[in-house]
DNA sequence: TTTT
DNA sequence: TTTT
């Protein structure tokens, strides 16, 4: 009988998503990502990180590859999958992905812009880190 | 900024629920849970299990030592979490868990109740009892 | 910018699915769904059902409409969409409903399938064996 | 027997909360949030939104009325619940409601802090928009 | 009535 | 390794 596993989670990525080219030409992308919470603790503000492997395929991975990159804030529901693999010294390991099924950019409208011109709202400088645009249609 | 970090899963418990009271009498219990796909390949239905490693702690665990058993349905919110530890051979590891925040037993009434004697609570008469069906007051 | 909308109902059918099909051969189905919670107030154990508007559309509809039945526990996941409408005395009125865009059945194997016949299929036999764990043929 | 009854939005108020104190010193907060979905039709993109009438209750509606506001992004996590009450001409008319049980403000760093100095950075100036802050310890 |  |  069927189930339900699902993840959702909104968060900033930790880097630029690397794309692979798979044998057969099927696309995938993958990249951390990071949600974090904070609470008190006695007292205290205190953050608390979580890092998720998020893993993307065929048609999302191209989306990803074009739209995401380090430090924009994603919605991303998707679902769990637990892989075994070996390492270098030939040990059995697991990790868990959140396998992606959808994802939504998430923020202002001037993280899905291209900066206005720089007499307008002097932005030249922030933007140079390249970290905060994006150019062309956006499909979203 | 706080992020999202959500996990919905619904399947059955491989196993009954392991509880442990840490010093400090605090209660952990950890289950594993079954989540299944079915999907057709090349014509045939295969189906594909997905193991998740369930954390529930405090009042929850407690409650779960009590209601949960092996082979229930159970819904489950909860939130990621990859922690490290070192194996026997002083190996660091990772494990993914789910850190359950919430769940609720799903199926059917008979699920929920000790098995009534077949002889005295035959099940057709049961059911006609009215209590473990939607009729009544649609309101469309 | 994109937001999200996502509605997520674990229930039972209250009626079976009424379906119609649209000039144009578009097929809707709609229902609702009963979503039931209960807590303690005054010592007392209380019930409330929540009802919902469930809607699903073409292909969605037509798989509704084959295996959703009166009384069936179902996984549904879709979207909230608030609706005006004329009633017969022309007052403007308000409906939200669910509009799915997934659905699972949830429940025992014995809800999908019609019973085997007893000689056919000794569940008794099976059941010893399986002790401790869900590997090979799971019996749900 | 329990279901799942969840709602998880992303979107931005349509207005600041509206807070009432009810008899017995009960707090309710209430908005509307609006999510937007775009999509091409036709070759052109077309957005649309959907109204979502948000409730809080008691201590959520508190920290609500103090840190949502018009214009701000947020995620919600409650449930559905239809209501029905009697309008100005004794019509009964239903309406369904998000009633919150989590939120977490969304955004950057710069949505939940003060201002700069005036004298530093005016805040007309500085923002621009001028919709966009929140004063006071924010936690989270 | 939001936001992009 | 993100963000606040």
């Known amino acids: 009988m069927s189930g339900i596993n699902k993840v959702i989670l909104v968060g900033h990525l930790g880097k630029d998503p690397e794309v692979r080219h798979l044998d057969g030409g099927v696309t995938v992308a993958s990249f951390p990502l990071a949600t974090s919470e904070s609470y008190n603790k006695d007292g205290k503000r205190v953050e608390q990180t979580e890092w ?9 991975a191209e989306v990803a590859s074009k739209y995401l990159t380090k430090g924009k804030l994603v919605y991303i529901e998707g ?14 390991k697991y990790v868990t992905e959140v396998v992606a099924e959808n994802f939504t950019l998430l923020g202002r409208k001037s993280d899905f812009e291209s900066p206005a011109p720089a007499a307008a709202a002097p932005k030249a400088e922030h933007d140079f880190s390249g970290t905060n645009d994006i150019n062309g249609d956006i499909p979203f």
């Open 79 to 92: 679902k769990l999958r637990t892989r075994t693999f070996e390492d270098r010294e030939k040990v059995k």
């Open 52 to 60: 998720h492997n998020i893993v993307l395929w065929r048609g999302l």
